[in-house]
């Protein structure tokens, strides 16, 4: 299907990166192969030299990883997409390929924990230096500038406190301050959120999550607006070698022929999960940019074409101890494990993204590597909870997460 046929996000999704394989496949296949053979000397030279356009070695490319990396460019209206080996690999990407020693970061504080340790312990080692904001305030945004401030990186929703940011505002305070914008864009998806739209100049993903949308391939993508930066990330990708694999490729592109269904659901799910939450005497506080009581609900009404399938909440509790011996001060971590050791239908496992619902423990698994202080200021408490909500019959999820409240309930009087 030629690009100016397809309008509508839904039959991008189906659509996209799809091309003139061999034999007429209608999907890519697998070209599950290291290296490609050259017709001669004298054109293995030329591929060499980019005189002529052709694949050379999977590290450097291959037709399955760009016919993915095509799609994702395209559902981002992007110009190219850049297969990563998982979402850590992309964002390693874009450090390694934007900074150098002396440079200056302005990142959220609240981002997926190895980000933060990425940034804040790695790239520190290399003479970067790092400002953790509250993104979502813009004031904080404005006053962390400095002379040597290269990139804004923010994930909005963060991972995991779901608090948003304003992508429009942020590219213009970036774009004043002659620095990049780059967004996390994974627990929205192109399907949600479009942030090159917005006036981001670089995305990325965890294909891990809600792009591949079935729990089952490890990957990243990084999306830029042109050919330069094209250029100079291919570079770092091909140099550093963390590439995503053809098999996993394939698995990423089948699961997003489904990714604008997926992502309906997740949304209808979620919010019926979040009021459900709301409401009940067990749980303290929701976190979830659909509903009203969000401290940025009109921003996410604004900038979201949804509001995700991602939801943290805190227990009722009060004071308790985490396992390692340090106190929780906000919502029970105690009751918080409590309700994790009680789902039935809903896993605990840490990813989210897939069709199935997950819980977890942000303190303790996802953010654990922050440590306490830097979970504080991005205001990730000890007793928060986070689900992915997935697309089961939302009445299947509700019921076991009732029937997993109601053992806090009964066990209240122990906390
Ligand atoms: N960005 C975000 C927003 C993420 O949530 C994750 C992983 C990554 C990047 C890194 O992606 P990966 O290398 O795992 O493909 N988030 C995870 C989480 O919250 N639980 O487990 C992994």
New binding site residues.
């Given amino acids: 299907m030629k690009n100016n046929q397809m309008t509508d996000f839904e039959t991008k999704c189906v659509h996209s990166g799809m091309g003139e394989f061999e034999y007429g496949a209608v999907v890519p296949p697998i070209y599950q192969t290291s290296t490609f053979k050259f017709e001669s000397a004298k054109h293995g030279a030329a591929l060499f030299a980019g005189e002529e356009k052709g694949y050379i070695y999977t590290r450097m490319l291959n037709p399955t990883v760009e016919a993915l990396e095509n799609s994702i460019a395209e559902l981002e209206s992007g110009y190219k997409g850049l297969g990563c080996a998982?979402?850590?690999?992309?964002?390693h990407t874009v450090f390694a390929s934007l900074l150098q020693a002396g440079d200056h970061v302005v990142c959220s504080t609240a981002?997926?924990?190895?980000?933060n340790t990425l940034l804040g312990t790695i790239m520190k080692k290399f003479g970067v230096e790092t400002s953790f904001v509250d993104t979502s305030n813009l004031e904080e945004v404005r006053n962390a500038v400095r002379p040597n401030t290269k990139i804004y990186y923010i994930?909005t929703p963060g991972?995991?406190t779901l608090s948003i940011s304003d992508i429009s505002a942020i590219a213009e305070i970036a774009h004043a301050n002659n620095s990049l914008l780059i967004v996390?864009n994974?627990?929205m998806s192109p399907a949600l959120q479009k942030p090159i739209e917005l006036g981001a100049d670089i995305v990325?993903?965890?294909?891990?999550?809600f792009l591949n949308g079935h729990a089952d391939v490890?990957?990243?993508i990084v999306v830029v607006k042109d050919e330069a930066m094209y250029k100079v990330f291919r570079k770092t990708l091909n140099q550093t070698g963390g590439v995503i694999d053809p098999f996993n490729s394939f698995l990423v592109h089948r699961g997003i022929k489904t990714l604008s269904l997926r992502m309906q659901r997740h949304c209808e799910n979620a919010i019926k999960v979040a009021e459900f939450l709301e409401k009940h005497p067990a749980v303290n506080k929701v976190f979830y940019p659909g509903l009203k009581s969000h401290p940025q609900y009109e921003l996410a009404k604004k900038q979201q074409l949804g509001s995700g399938g991602m939801i943290t909440f805190e227990l009722e509790g009060g004071e308790s101890t985490l396992p390692n011996g340090s106190p929780s001060t906000v919502g029970g971590f105690e009751a918080g494990q409590l309700l994790m050791n009680s789902v039935k239908l809903c896993q605990l496992a840490?990813?989210?993204g897939g069709v199935e619902t997950l819980i977890?423990h942000?303190a303790s698994?996802?953010h654990y590597t922050m440590g306490r202080q830097a979970r504080e200021a991005a205001g990730i408490s000890e007793g928060l909870i986070?689900l992915s909500v997935g697309i089961e019959n939302v009445k299947d999820i509700i019921g076991d997460l009732e029937q997993a409240l109601e053992k806090v309930n009964q066990a209240a009087n122990v906390f």
């Fill in positions: 998982s979402g850590m690999a992309a964002v981002v997926y924990g190895p980000t994930e991972n995991p996390d994974t627990f990325l993903h965890s294909l891990t999550k490890i990957g990243g840490v990813s989210l977890q942000p698994m996802t986070r």
